[in-house]
C-alpha cells in the first residue's frame, strides 16, 4: 500500500528526492516517518510528520538537510534531501502511522504499515 521510490547513486554534496505514495490509505490523515536502515546496521528513525498541524521532526544529523513534506492532492509524502554525504547511504523506507502524535512517530512500533524500501547510494 506505500510504494517508495526515487533512490539512486549521486555524489557527496548532491541532491535526490524521496517520494512514498500511497494506494488504500489516505495519508493526509497519517502520521508519515521515512527510516534508513544502513549495510551492516540496524534500521534507524530519520524524520516524521504528524498529520496534527503537519508538524515535523528529524534526527540530528538530518536537520537542515533532509525535509519531509506532503502532497495530499497526490496522496504521496517526499523526503526532500539535500548536502547528502556517504553515510547517508542506506536503504530509505516509508512507513504511515494512525498516531496522532509526533513524538510516538519516532518509534518504528506506532507504525501500521510499510513501504518496500528505496536504495540510496552517496558516492564521496
Known amino acids: 500500500q506505500l510504494q517508495a521510490s526515487g533512490g539512486g547513486l549521486v555524489q557527496a554534496g548532491g541532491s535526490l528526492r524521496l517520494s512514498c505514495a500511497a494506494s488504500?490509505?489516505?495519508?493526509?490523515?497519517?502520521?508519515m516517518g521515512w527510516y534508513r536502515q544502513a549495510p551492516g546496521k540496524e534500521r534507524e528513525f530519520v524524520a516524521a510528520?504528524?498529520?496534527?498541524?503537519?508538524?515535523?521532526y528529524y534526527i540530528d544529523s538530518v536537520k537542515g538537510r533532509f525535509t519531509i513534506s506532503r502532497d495530499n492532492a497526490k496522496n504521496t509524502v517526499y523526503l526532500q534531501m539535500n548536502s547528502l554525504k556517504p553515510e547517508d547511504t542506506a536503504v530509505y523506507y516509508c512507513?504511515?502511522?494512525?498516531?496522532?502524535?509526533?513524538?510516538?512517530?519516532?518509534?518504528?512500533?506506532?507504525?501500521?504499515?510499510w513501504g518496500q524500501g528505496t536504495l540510496v547510494t552517496v558516492s564521496s
Open positions: 488504500g490509505l489516505t495519508l493526509s490523515s497519517a502520521g
Open positions: 512507513a504511515a502511522s494512525s498516531s496522532p502524535r509526533l513524538y510516538e512517530l519516532r518509534f518504528a512500533t506506532w507504525y501500521d504499515y
Open positions: 510528520m504528524s498529520w496534527v498541524e503537519d508538524t515535523t
